[in-house]
């Protein structure tokens, strides 16, 4: 019987014995960096004009999170009329404010501003590594490293107990075990 027991137990460290300086680190560009903070005031821009109504029926789908089918039904219909209503009550704002001509280019924004702050989440902010912890102290590094292991070594004694509970199960009783 093949396993991928011995290749876990072979690989295993023990939390102290990690060394946190020889972790590999994506390299940061610099090109990336002033990407990121020259993108970073419109993305800003849509995220302030966009949020209340991105994340409102998230909460309203928060009690069927039981029901999956329940959950896209309920976002869909309450995000398409909440967008609706949010952008109508910026632009009216934006006409009383400002004038016609500032609320006609401000629900020309709204929509793109939208569809650019989640770009900008996909494509900078989650894919680069100076969001994804790279400013955490060691300490940081080192507790996740050390719960990571903690969870390797439980999930190794699971499979273990599950494998002998298996051959417990499957294997034929041993001859000399007989009472005859």
């Known amino acids: 019987m093949h396993t991928c027991i011995p290749v876990l137990l072979a ?3 023990e ?11 994506a390299p ?10 020259l993108l970073s005031p419109l993305a800003l821009y849509g995220f302030i004009h966009n949020a209340v109504p991105y994340y409102i029926p998230r909460l309203l789908a928060r009690p069927y999170r039981q029901v999956p089918e329940m959950i896209a039904t309920i976002k869909m219909l309450t995000g398409a009329g909440l967008f609706m209503v949010w952008y109508a009550i910026l632009m009216g704002a934006a006409w009383i404010l400002a004038g016609s001509l500032t609320a006609v280019l401000c629900g020309i924004s709204l ?27 060691r300490g940081s590094r080192r507790k996740q490293l050390r719960r990571m292991s903690e969870e390797r070594a439980a999930i190794i004694r699971q499979l273990d107990v599950l494998r002998d509970r298996y051959l417990a199960q499957t294997s ?5 075990s007989d009472p005859d």
């Open 11 to 13: 690989t295993h460290v």
């Open 111 to 137: 929509p793109l501003s939208g569809l650019f702050v989640l770009a900008y989440d996909e494509r900078i902010v989650q894919r680069s590594p100076f969001w994804q912890g790279r400013f955490l102290g």
């Open 172 to 176: 034929p009783p041993h001859p000399s």
């Open 28 to 37: 940061l560009r610099p090109q990336k960096l002033l990407l990121a903070v």
């Open 15 to 25: 939390p102290g014995d990690m060394n946190t300086s020889r972790l590999p680190r």
